[in-house]
């Protein structure tokens, strides 16, 4: 009898204890996944720069578009100098991109002043990508960006 007790009380507080019971409202089960971008920053060795709302859109002929914000709040000027995903690099709208101290680069949207395209990228929506981005004073940042489908809100985003 007491072994079979031991098991029971042994399950019961296994279950409890990870949440397996708890069914749909489960702490593991209520996970979310970012949908409107990713943010990062670059703040070491006097530089401060940041990107926000970062997401690829896939455009019907397999290329995917940049969409993004980012800011330099550096007295000293940076330059974006090249974009890439899946070791492919995306085509600037410039050689490179000048991100002057506190004046937004903004990629797709009413208010663009920049454009970044991955010709051939082949990533279906919902699947994630490494981008990586590389700046000429504040160094290299890496971000797991979602690509998301060229409808609703991203209906606009065109290559």
Same mark, same amino acid.
Request: proline share 4%; aromatic share 4%.
């Given at each position: ?52 709302? &970062? /997401?690829? +859109?896939?455009?019907? =002929?397999?290329? *995917?578009? !940049?969409? $993004? @914000?980012? #800011? ?7 330059? &974006? /100098?090249? +974009?890439?995903?899946? =070791?492919?690099? *995306?085509? !600037?709208? $410039? @050689?490179? #991109?000048p991100m002057l101290e506190n004046q ?11 454009? *970044? ?5 082949? #990533? ?31 209906a606009g985003v065109t290559a």
């Open positions: 009898m007491r072994p079979i007790a031991v098991i029971t009380l042994s399950a019961t507080l296994a279950m409890g204890l990870t949440s397996c019971a708890a069914g749909n409202d489960a702490p593991t089960a209520m996970t979310k996944q970012v949908t409107d971008g990713v943010e990062g920053a670059i703040t070491t060795q006097g530089n401060d720069l940041s990107v926000s709302g &970062l /997401l690829l +859109v896939a455009q019907p =002929d397999g290329s *995917a578009v !940049l969409v $993004a @914000t980012m #800011i330099n709040r550096n007295t000293q000027s940076d330059d &974006l /100098l090249a +974009v890439g995903a899946n =070791d492919v690099v *995306a085509t !600037l709208s $410039a @050689t490179t #991109i937004p680069l903004r990629f797709s949207g009413d208010t663009s002043n920049a454009k *970044a395209v991955f010709p051939n990228l082949n #990533i279906a929506p919902g699947n994630r990508v490494k981008v990586k981005l590389f700046f000429s004073h504040a160094g290299e940042m890496t971000l797991d960006a979602i690509v998301r489908e060229q409808t609703g809100v991203y």
